[in-house]
């Protein structure tokens, strides 16, 4: 089992950056995809990034591509979400998740999640 920590979230300005982290316990933390999801008020949960376990391999939304960049220090057992260029649409709350699978886009098949953080972003 593993319990997971989000931190790093706040108000910025449009264009602004932040980089969001997730902490977990648990020693097996190297052996879990983590992804990032968001929700904004009154819509559904929706996918934002994942990475492998050993982070070999990354995969974005759209939405994030090319603005977002996720990675992991598995000794630090800590996923990072470094957030560049953001924008009014990228506010919500955001979740961290982990899954003994593959990567995956839908939140059903993560098994573990975060409390998350609260990320507004001022146009």
């Known amino acids: 089992q593993v319990q997971l920590v989000e931190s790093g979230g706040g108000l910025v300005q449009a264009g602004g950056s932040l980089r969001l982290s997730c902490a977990a316990s648990g020693r097996t933390f190297s052996r879990y995809t983590v992804g990032w999801f968001r929700q904004a008020p009154g819509k559904e949960r929706e996918f934002v990034a994942a990475?492998?376990?050993?982070?070999?391999?990354?995969y974005y939304a759209d939405s994030v591509k090319g603005r977002f960049t996720i990675s992991r220090d598995n000794a630090k057992s800590t996923v990072y979400l470094q957030m560049n260029s953001l924008k009014p649409e990228d506010t919500a709350v955001y979740f961290c998740?982990?899954?003994?699978?593959?990567?995956?886009?839908?939140?059903?098949?993560?098994?573990?999640w975060g409390q998350g953080t609260q990320v507004t972003v001022s146009s």
């Open positions: 990475i492998s376990w050993g982070g070999g391999s990354t």
């Open positions: 998740a982990a899954t003994t699978g593959y990567y995956s886009n839908i939140p059903r098949t993560y098994d573990y």
